[in-house]
């Protein structure tokens, strides 16, 4: 295969594009992260970590397409950011997301499966007491969404001769954070298919990582947890502050940048120390 390389402008990074037509390279930027004009899929993006990662990603330059079961609300509406609506637990709203992304784009570069419930399950409480109807519930979203989205986008990445690929998961699998047996799962499950699926599709070119983040203050892990808490929480890091969403935001646009092209089925924890694995 023979490529052409461009360059933007005199300092901007080299960027290869395939000499012949229907073969895709990931954009490439230098800087370790994710290069102008790569198109990103983020889910749960009207809100919380997934607008502010959509932000982010916007900022260095991406398209980025950001799908929620709700509507865009307060500074989530970024002119840079597509919102769309989209229910990530249902296979026909994939259908259809994945149709807006490439009737508008053309391509899928990255996924960013984000969309969780959280704020959603009230307070935490014993396993026992979790009816049947909330586990299923937190498995449909949080384990079926993810799955649901890198099958909807494996044909198109295929065809494009690759892509990135960005689970959500959380810390408290390694932790096992008690009395949240319903949401701990599903992240675990997050895990086990990002490296399961990792290695299914790394032939054609697909990286599959997953970033786990810690205890991020938010609206909804405010709503969930007392300030008391909150500041117990950020004592016990390494690097003793508060969690915002922009801490994961880096990682997360470095996972979708050509230069983490060697790393697949991987977990990154961020969550200032308090974890090592």
Known sequence: ??????????TGPLVRRPTTTGVHVQPTDMRGSVAPGTVVLVTGGARGIGAELSRYLAAQGAAVVAADLVEAVGD????????V???VSDETSWRQLVTTVLDRHGRIDALVNNAAIYQGLGAKRPFTDITVDEWDRVMAVNTRGVWLGM??????????????????ASSTVHSGVPYFAHYTASKGAVIALTRSVAREVGRDGITVNAVAPGLVETDATR??????????????????????????????S???SSGSGFITGQTVIVDGGVTFS
Not at 226 to 244: F, I, K, N, T
């Open 76 to 83: 989530a509406g970024d002119p840079d950011v597509t919102h």
């Open 254 to 256: 470095f996972l979708c």
């Open 151 to 168: 099958r909807a986008v494996h044909p198109v990445m295929k065809a494009q001769g690759g892509g990135r690929v960005v689970n959500i």
């Open 85 to 87: 609506q989209a229910d």
């Open 223 to 252: 709503a969930l947890n007392d300030d008391d808490y909150l500041a117990s929480a950020a004592g016990h890091r390494a690097v003793p502050r508060p969690m915002e969403p922009g801490d994961l935001a880096p990682v997360v």
């Open 1 to 10: 295969m023979r490529y052409e390389v461009l360059r933007a402008d005199c």
